[in-house]
Nanobody, 119 residues
Framework: QVQLVESGGGLVQAGGSLRLSCAAS????????TGWFRQAPGKAREYVAR????????YYADSVKDRFTISRDNAKNTVYLQMNSLKPEDTAVYYC????????????WGQGTQVTVSS
């Protein structure tokens, strides 16, 4: 089993920055990728970004490209999401998830952290 714990959410003004963390524990040696997702009230979950642990390869949704940066710290088993130039439409609960396979089936999920961007 893998446990994921997100932190770093909060309230920020538009144009501000936040850094989310996703700390993993348990069977972390089987990880392949970690992703960040978000869900706003009344909206579908959105795939925001992901990173492949072995290569560092990243993916970003068009909505966050050039504003968000995903990174990893192997020693800390932690993935970060640096969010800059935040917009009110970035307001959502942010979740991290982990996949053990190249198919990117997200088997493990964190509990989520709220990000609120005020205008």
């Amino acid at each position: 089993q893998v446990q994921l714990v997100e932190s770093g959410g909060g309230l920020v003004q538009a144009g501000g920055s936040l850094r989310l963390s996703c700390a993993a524990s348990g069977r972390t040696f089987s990880r392949y990728a970690t992703g960040w997702f978000r869900q706003a009230p009344g909206k579908a979950r959105e795939y925001v970004a992901r990173i492949i642990w072995s290569s560092g390869s990243t993916y970003y949704a068009d909505s966050v490209k050039d504003r968000f940066t995903i990174s990893r710290d192997n020693a800390k088993n932690t993935v970060y999401l640096q969010m800059n130039s935040l917009k009110p439409e970035d307001t959502a609960v942010y979740y991290c998830a982990q996949s053990s396979t190249t198919t990117l089936a997200w088997q493990y999920w964190g509990q989520g952290t709220q990000v609120t961007v005020s205008s």
